[in-house]
Nanobody
């Protein structure tokens, strides 16, 4: 019933930019925490960015801070990830996630804090 679908991935050269989108369907997502994770071949899934329910607070992995920006448009049930100054090490499958639960001590950075997941979109950064 609830579905998250990512789009906007592709192949870019180092230093380039991409904007990923994640559209949600099935129910309104205005009250959901939203996040982005990525996984490269041979590596564990890692946190990239997250945004609070209202959009007033954002969180970033140190590896992307200053280069990536997460935002949301609740009217469209969509979250975005603007990626600038891309590096080859950013190459991965990027998945969006959402969570409705009220959690004590939420870190925003742990995969087990999210209930819904998209299938992912491939981002490849060439050198």
């Amino acid at each position: 019933q609830v579905q998250l679908v990512e789009s906007g991935g592709g192949l870019v050269q180092a230093g380039g930019s991409l904007r990923l989108s994640c559209a949600a369907s099935g129910r309104p997502f205005s009250s959901y925490v939203r996040g982005w994770f990525r996984q490269a071949p041979g590596k564990e899934r890692e946190f990239v960015a997250a945004i609070s329910r209202s959009g007033g607070s954002t969180y970033y992995a140190d590896s992307v801070k200053g280069r990536f920006t997460i935002s949301r448009d609740n009217a469209k049930n969509t979250v975005y990830l603007q990626m600038n100054s891309l590096k080859p090490e950013d190459t991965a499958v990027y998945c969006c996630a959402a969570d409705l639960q009220v959690r004590t001590g939420r870190t925003y950075r742990m995969p087990d804090e999210y209930t819904y997941w998209g299938q992912g979109t491939q981002v490849t950064v060439s050198s």
